[in-house]
Structures are given as C-alpha cells and as structure tokens.
C-alpha cells in the first residue's frame, strides 16, 4: 500500500499569502496524484487531478506539480473560503486508493 | 446538475449489520464508476469499496473486505453498501463519491461527493 505523508500538518497564514502544500509519496505514483479540499460539514472538493490538471470551475489560484514521489499544491493568494483541510490521493497503486493524512491551512 | 444523497447512517452495536444508500442525481450509474469513502472521527479520508459503471468488477480495502458489499440498483439510480460484522473501528462518516472519468474504478479520483452520513458503531 502507498504511504502518502503531507507537510505542514497545519499552516496558519493571514489572506493574500501564498500557501505551499507537500504530499510525499513511499514510491514512485507517476503523475497520478490528486488534491482535494475539505471544509467541515461539507463534501470534500477535487481541485487538481494528474499532479497538474485542475478541476473543472477551480480559480487559477489553485496549482499543482510534481512526479514521482514529490507533490506541492499552491495556493498563490489566500481568499477567505480557502481556509479548510488539504488532502493529497494517489490511484496508481491500487486497491487502495490511499489519501494522505490532510494539511489544515488555518487564520493566522 | 449532479447530486449525491446519502443515507442509512445509524447507531449500531458492535456485530451489527446496516445498509447506506446513495440516491443519484444528475446522471446514470452506468456512465461512472462509485466508490465509498469514510472519514473517521479525528481522521483523514479512506477509500472504502468502488463499483465500475458496468456492476462489475468490484473493489474494497483489505480493512472491510468479507464484511462490505457494495452494489447498485440501476433503476433508482442508487448506490448501496452492505455492511455487516460492524467494528467500533468502522465508525465514521460515509460518503459516496462518483470517478472523475469513466466507468472504470481505476479512474480513480473522486470529483462529485454526497454530504455524508454517519455510522457510529458501539455497544
């Protein structure tokens, strides 16, 4: 089974900032990663499939990059509705799909 | 416009047995693989089980496999998960999920999720 870790578990920024987000994989999943975003008492959201890709109606502020075994996710300028849980998904070895253990991006 | 509602979360005892259903909307079960994704309390996302577009094949974590039945009813248009022989370590809230793309599981990322309903298995 894949092991995908993600850093920071929390990162607290002020709205405008540039959030960094990192996903790890323990092999190599290619291209084949995806990032999610999670708000509580909502459903989760796909905002970046194939490392790179984004989802359908996701802002441009939203991107994706990396292969192998090293993924980032930027959000280049923090709105207010970006606050939420970050989660990282690979589907190249599978079953399981494995997600990561999720990154808080939080109000400093 | 495509909708997921779930269904069929209770409280169980330890043993128990329940059956989640998702209604949906917005397009057909037989264009897209499903799958069921778990959020235990505290916890990240799990992928539970998926279905591909056709019935068949069918797939589940090692964590529920011989306990969880997946399965869908074409003619409502809803999902089902069979859970029997319930854990307090199954205890979570359960979403469905359709694949982004086709009706093959490893489609594998998850673009329209339902709300979610809540299983809590205790005694």
């Known amino acids: 089974e894949i092991v995908l870790t993600q850093s920071p578990a929390t990162l607290s920024l002020s709205p405008g900032e540039r959030a960094t987000l990192s996903c790890r994989a323990s092999q190599s999943v290619s291209h084949y990663l995806a990032w999610y975003q999670h708000k509580p008492g909502q459903a989760p959201r796909l905002l970046i499939y194939d490392a790179s890709y984004r989802a359908p109606g996701v802002p441009d502020r939203f991107s994706g990059s990396g292969s192998g075994t090293d993924f980032t996710l930027t959000i280049s300028s923090l709105e207010p509705e970006d606050f939420a849980v970050y989660y990282c998904q690979q589907r190249n070895h599978w079953p399981p799909f494995t997600f990561g253990p999720g990154t808080k991006v939080d109000i400093k | 416009e495509v909708q997921l509602v779930e269904s069929g979360g209770d409280f169980v005892q330890p043993g128990g047995s329940l059956r989640l259903s998702c209604a949906v909307s917005g397009f057909t079960v037989t264009t897209y693989a499903m799958n069921w994704v778990r959020q235990a309390p505290g916890k990240g996302l799990e992928w539970v089980s998926g279905?591909?577009?056709?019935?068949?094949?069918?797939f589940y974590a090692d964590s529920v496999k011989g306990r969880f039945t997946i399965s869908r009813d074409i003619s409502k248009n809803t999902l089902y998960l069979q859970m029997n022989s319930l854990r307090r370590e199954d205890t979570a809230i359960y979403y469905c999920?359709?694949?982004?793309?086709?009706?093959?599981?490893?489609?594998?990322?998850?673009?329209?999720w339902g709300q979610g309903t809540r299983v809590t298995v205790s005694s």
């Open positions: 999920a359709k694949t982004f793309q086709g009706v093959a599981v490893s489609g594998g990322y998850f673009d329209n």
């Open positions: 279905i591909s577009g056709h019935g068949d094949p069918t």
